[in-house]
């Protein structure tokens, strides 16, 4: 019952975000809705998709639209593009979807096509397999490495291409420095700062929890990467960019991302020479199971990284492109008077 | 069947809602939203695909019988993560198109490039 409410809930935000004209607050409403489909998650036992879903899309994601907005500006055209045709698109697409879904077996049935082919190999036969508890990391981490791998390398490569179309090679203009805009609330809300101060090491350290506890629990590197970079995010908005740029080092973090993704495929490379398949942790170890345990400890902690410092790179560069704007504007505003 | 299909149309619904903000709006921001709606109604399908009634979260204990279809979950978290790192990228190309032009509006963006072509057949003519 719970989940119908929830999908109407889900159904009536989706026709918010379309009547809003002002993108902030479209914003926050993406915000809810990914909250909101969080809860519908656990509502159909994806504890790990709603842990992920509840960091990405009701934290990072509209974090970091917020941060456009700033450069972007706040409100939208009214004018639509074609809304008759478009409309009358979407309607045909729309039913002969619903069409399409009067085939499908009905929601909940345990005799659906979809959990008769490997799905219950991976529910009977993981424990003796793997040895771990949480299925989804036992498919995540071992039976779909090779997947997640390609996951992986999908998120380094966003990052490397924020990297190629924000980050301009800072050179000084006839010799004097760009200043330095302060935008940091270190003036202002003492309450959030301290409270900030106070909780920062216990998120960091639920991150690593959420890391290491993957086997047993929801969690994992995904998430725990998501929860870390969202705590160095948090400090950065509080203190200011140029505090947080000396306590995250650039060159470090986008290192940290690369690292990551090696020791991922040198696990890989590892079972290879060993004389297993790529990715069959079996060979890791001269115990089947304890191979599998290195092994799915060792390319957690790589998605770990990588995540947690594309996540980082991501924003930071997104804020840095909107400090060198402001500063430019500075610039622009004494020389004309 | 209208519960037992609900949550298909349900997706159906948004995913197009999805569909119709990135072509009827001309806000790239707001096209963006449009299809982080869409990505979630897909989430929303696969999810909803692997639940069993009376099925637990796939974590294995003792003296539980029935668990959820654990493959779509696997699936659709790596799809979670990948669709941030996406949207970041297009966000970024947002911000070099509202640097370039001015605007991230659809329509301003056609003008002006529809004006530097016409401008430079003016020339070649002159």
Redesign the interface.
């Known amino acids: 019952m719970i ?2 409410v929830l ?2 809930l ?2 009536v935000v ?2 918010a ?2 009547r809003m004209k002002d ?1 902030f607050a ?2 926050m409403l ?1 915000g809810i ?2 909250l909101l ?1 969080a809860s ?2 656990v509502a ?6 709603a842990f ?2 509840a960091a ?2 009701a934290g ?2 509209t974090l ?2 917020l941060v ?2 700033t ?3 706040r409100s ?2 009214t ?5 008759f045709p ?2 009358l ?3 045909i ?2 039913g002969l ?2 069409y399409g ?2 085939d ?1 077996p ?5 005799d ?1 096509p ?2 008769s082919h ?2 219950p190999r ?2 009977n036969d ?2 003796q397999e793997i040895g771990i ?4 990391t ?3 981490a071992s039976y ?1 490495a090779f ?2 791998f390609g ?1 992986l390398v ?2 380094f490569t ?2 490397v ?2 990297l190629a ?2 980050s301009i090679v800072r050179r000084p203009i006839k010799g004097d420095k760009i200043a330095a805009v302060n935008d940091s609330m270190h003036e202002q809300h003492l309450v959030i700062r301290i409270v900030t101060k106070i909780l920062l090491p216990f998120i960091l350290l639920f991150a690593l929890y959420v890391q290491f506890h993957g086997d ?3 969690g ?1 590197g ?1 998430q725990a ?2 929860i870390f970079a969202a705590a160095i995010i948090l400090y950065a908005m509080l203190f200011g960019l140029s505090t947080a740029r000396i306590v995250i080092n650039q060159a470090f973090i986008q290192l940290i991302a690369a690292t990551g993704v090696l020791l991922y495929g040198c696990v890989g490379l590892v079972s290879l020479l060993n004389g297993g398949n790529f990715f069959d942790y079996n060979f890791l170890s001269n115990d089947a199971i304890a191979g599998q345990h290195l092994g799915i400890l060792l390319i957690e902690w790589a998605v770990g990284c990588t ?1 947690a410092s ?2 980082i790179i ?1 924003f930071f ?2 804020a840095d ?1 909107r400090e060198r ?1 402001l500063s430019n504007e500075n610039q622009h505003n004494q020389e004309s008077p | 069947m209208l519960i037992g299909l609900f949550n298909n149309w349900i997706v159906v619904i948004l995913m197009m809602i999805g569909l119709y903000i990135v072509i009827a709006h001309g806000n790239l921001i707001k096209k963006i939203v449009g299809l982080t709606l869409f990505q979630t109604s897909v989430f929303i399908f696969y999810i909803s695909m692997a639940k069993v009634v009376g099925g637990t979260a796939p974590i294995l204990a003792d003296d539980i019988i029935q668990y959820s279809n654990p493959l779509p979950h696997a699936l659709i978290l790596t799809a979670i993560v990948v669709g941030i790192a996406t949207i970041a990228l297009a966000l970024s190309l947002v911000i070099r198109i509202k640097a370039a032009y001015g605007s991230i509006e659809e329509e301003e963006i056609q003008r002006q490039d529809n004006q530097i072509q016409a401008d430079k057949k003016e020339r070649k003519q002159a």
């Open positions: 989940d119908i999908l109407t889900l159904l989706a026709i975000i379309i993108l479209v914003i993406s809705y990914g489909s519908f998650f159909m036992d994806a504890v790990d998709v992920t879903e990405v899309g990072i994601s970091l639209m456009v907005i450069m972007t500006g939208e055209n004018t639509r593009h074609k809304p478009a409309l698109l979407v309607v697409t729309g979807l619903i879904t009067l499908m009905y929601f909940g049935s345990a659906a979809v959990h490997v799905a991976y529910i993981s424990m508890p949480n299925i989804v036992s498919i995540l779909r997947d997640t996951e999908v998120i966003a990052g291409g924020v179309l924000l047993f629990g929801p994992g995904f990467g998501v995540v594309v996540m991501i560069n997104f492109y704007q």
